[in-house]
Nanobody, 126 residues
């Protein structure tokens, strides 16, 4: 089993920055695609940033325009999401997710692709 625990969510002003963290534990050796998703009230959960574990191969959604970045500290079993120039539309619950399949798949943005999820951390921008 794999456990994911997010932290770092907060209320910030427009234009501010936040760094979210995800602690990964359990059967981590089989994890391949790691990512961050978000879900705003009344909206579907959407992928934000993905990272092929152990590499620098990442994927972002175009609408972010480079404001967010994903990184990993394998030694610490941590995944991070750096968010800059936050906007009101970034307000959402942010989730860490992990898959035993690689990111280079046409399904990488589908929530069903990820069997492991954290409980989420709230980001509010006003």
């Amino acid at each position: 089993q794999v456990q994911l625990v997010e932290s770092g969510g907060a209320s910030v002003q427009t234009g501010g920055s936040l760094k979210l963290s995800c602690a990964v534990s359990g059967a981590t050796s089989g994890l391949k695609c790691m990512g961050w998703f978000r879900q705003a009230p009344g909206k579907q959960r959407e992928g934000v940033e993905l990272l092929q574990s152990g590499s620098r191969l990442g994927y972002s959604i175009p609408s972010l325009k480079g404001r967010f970045s994903i990184s990993q500290d394998i030694a610490k079993n941590m995944l991070y999401l750096q968010m800059n120039n936050l906007q009101v539309e970034d307000t959402a619950m942010y989730y860490c997710a992990a898959s035993t399949s690689i990111c280079a798949s046409g399904s990488r943005w589908d929530v069903q692709y990820y069997p492991y999820w954290g409980q989420g951390t709230q980001v509010t921008v006003s």
